[in-house]
């Protein structure tokens, strides 16, 4: 029987642990604030970002929104996240992804200064994870090492495989085991004999995006197993990568779909708004 690893217990020790250094930053006369901009009313988005709302209010992080109309012009958002670079009081600015299909996202994300990209998604964020300097890091992937950390999994010296290599997960999260001194194998759509591949991990991530693709056949007796995917199953219901059933008995910890790997990342994104106030300071 594997250890299940509780997300949602982890993520709010993470969101208790900031609301004390917020307290703390707040009595040494700093206040830490964060401008959530959703572009269009996108119901999913408006989900995300009231959840985000909720989190800077619990933490005590003041969060300025800015709900825009599905019409603003690319240069209208890009004025605005220029005008939010500049003010003192903001030092995070998340624009919810996706924007509208005349906005290119990809100029949003670079408009967003360095310093206050608490997504972690800019060039120069990315780029200062792979040299190991300064910079916000990627929430989910960020988020995944909090839970293997909290829950006592070592990482180093580790054989680690990361089936996926999008911006957002699979390449952040190699670049971050590699930096806790994993052994890292990143794998994708082109890969050969994948199954051989992954049951080499000690460390297995599933971050594929395809419904429980991910059984026993994939999985080494013991291995510790991080399950990203997030879909709904034809019940409605939520599922992941792995299939839970078929992979929890031989793994030796998993984390659930819900439960797991989701509530981390709006942890790891306040945790990352924290950061921003102090970490460019020195
Ligand atoms: P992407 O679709 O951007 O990337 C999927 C990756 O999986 C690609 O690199 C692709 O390879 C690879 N892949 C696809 N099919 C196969 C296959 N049959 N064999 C091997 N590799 C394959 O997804 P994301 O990284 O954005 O997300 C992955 C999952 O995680 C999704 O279910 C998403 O919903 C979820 N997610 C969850 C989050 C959370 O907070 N829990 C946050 C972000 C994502 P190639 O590059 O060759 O195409």
Same mark, same amino acid.
């Given at each position: ?11 709010? *020790?993470?969101?208790?642990? /900031? ?18 901009? *959703?572009?269009? !009313?996108?119901?999913? =988005? ?10 800077? %209010?619990?933490?005590?992080?003041? !969060? ?12 209208? /958002?890009?004025? /605005? ?9 903001? +030092? ?9 299909? +005349? ?7 670079? %408009? ?9 998604? +800019? ?6 994870? =792979? ?9 989910? @992937? %960020? ?7 909290? =829950?006592?999994?070592? &990482? ?6 990361? &089936?996926?290599?999008?911006? &957002? ?18 794998? +994708? =759509? ?58 929890? @008995? ?18 790891? /994104? ?13």
């Amino acid at each position: 029987m594997a250890q299940i690893i509780d997300g949602k217990k982890i993520s709010q *020790q993470i969101k208790d642990e /900031l609301r004390e250094q917020v307290a703390e930053l707040k009595a040494n006369g700093k206040e830490i604030g964060m401008a959530v901009i *959703q572009v269009g !009313s996108d119901p999913a =988005s408006s989900v995300y970002v009231g959840n985000k709302k909720k989190a800077c %209010a619990y933490i005590g992080i003041r !969060s300025e929104s800015y709900e825009l109309p599905e019409e603003t012009t690319e240069e209208e /958002l890009l004025a /605005l996240i220029e005008r939010l670079n500049k003010d003192e009081r903001i +030092h995070g600015i998340l624009v919810q992804l996706p924007v509208p299909a +005349h906005i290119h996202e990809k100029k949003v994300i670079e %408009a967003i200064s360095p310093k206050k990209d608490v997504d972690g998604f +800019h060039p120069q964020s990315v780029g200062a994870l =792979s040299i190991g300097q300064k910079g916000f890091v990627s929430c989910t @992937p %960020a988020g995944i090492i909090q839970l293997l950390k909290r =829950s006592g999994v070592e &990482i180093e010296g580790k054989e680690c495989v990361v &089936i996926g290599r999008s911006n &957002i997960v699979g390449k952040p999260m190699a670049m971050l085991l590699l930096r806790e001194n994993g052994t890292v194998t990143v794998t +994708h =759509s082109k890969t050969k004999n994948l199954k051989e591949v992954c049951k080499r991990a000690d460390i297995l991530i599933a971050a594929v995006g395809r419904p429980k693709m991910i059984d026993a056949s994939y999985v080494k007796e013991g291995a510790v197993v991080i399950d990203v995917g997030i879909h709904r199953n034809e019940n409605n219901k939520l599922c992941g990568d792995v299939d839970f059933d078929s992979v929890e @008995p031989i793994a030796s910890a998993i984390t659930p779909v819900p439960g797991g790997v989701g509530p981390m990342t709006i942890a790891m /994104l306040m945790h990352n708004c924290v950061e921003s106030a102090v970490m460019f300071d020195e």
